[in-house]
């Protein structure tokens, strides 16, 4: 990340080995698994996507925008701004959150308006979408990191979104790139989530969930699964996590695998 560092490198060929040799680990990518949820579901995600060769399979619940056309409910490829849906005769607000019986929460503008309360104009407010920006933007010339809209009237910049797709959409590296990738990531994708996510973070996984079950060279092998009247959520107990894990480690692992993992 041009804002936040190289902590992608610095996790793979630090903190990991660091952590096996200190604590016994296998010390091979069949029996590294990755999971997490709503921004960890994304960084579970894009760690997976973005070194394939090291992980052996991701979880991602509930993951945060993988794919920009879907940056919770904004396209910011072909929306001009992210505040307001412009009907022409009538704007409405785009919302931010919603219950699982559709009541707004709260929009997208006010919840932005709320982070320059707590941070300024920058992108420091310590909010989620202010999260995302350092995240995925490239440094603006005041050394913060780049505004995606203007942060008071919601207009979309185009040229940091371009920069956006070209680094961290998720969906678009793996579409411009399947060739290479897919060979390395067969069985290792399993997304889950909500199919009325309260912050509509199912529309993301959708986009990549077609990709990927589009996919024949090779097919993907994973799975991606939406639950019906399910918010926010994998849909899955922690110790059902870790026997699927468990299981996929066994198929996908050496042959003495089980013993290895003690199963």
Known sequence: SANLGPWGDAITT??????????????ESWARALAGGSTGGWESMAM??????FFGGTWPMCPDGMDFHAYQIVNLYDD??????????TKVARPSSRDVQGNVRW????????????GGMDAISLGQWAIWEAV???KDEDGYPARVWDPITGDINKDVVAYWQENFDLNYI???????????????????????DNYYLNLSQYLVGDFLESTTEPAYEGYSVT???????????????????????????PENAAEILGK
């Open 227 to 253: 639950f019906p009247r399910t918010g926010h959520s994998g849909n899955i107990s922690n110790k059902d996590l870790l026997e699927e894990i468990a299981a996929h480690m066994i198929q996908y692992g």
């Open 174 to 196: 793996m579409q411009n790139n399947w060739s290479e990738l897919g060979p390395k990531l067969v069985g290792k994708i399993h997304l889950r989530g909500g199919d009325m």
């Open 136 to 138: 995925y933007g490239p």
């Open 80 to 89: 001009d701004n992210a505040y307001y849906l412009d009907n022409g005769w």
């Open 107 to 118: 929009t997208i503008e006010q919840e932005n308006h709320w982070e320059i309360a707590m």
């Open 48 to 53: 997976q996507v973005l070194y394939p060769d």
């Open 14 to 27: 630090e903190l990991i080995p660091y952590i096996e040799e200190t604590f016994g680990g296998v010390g």
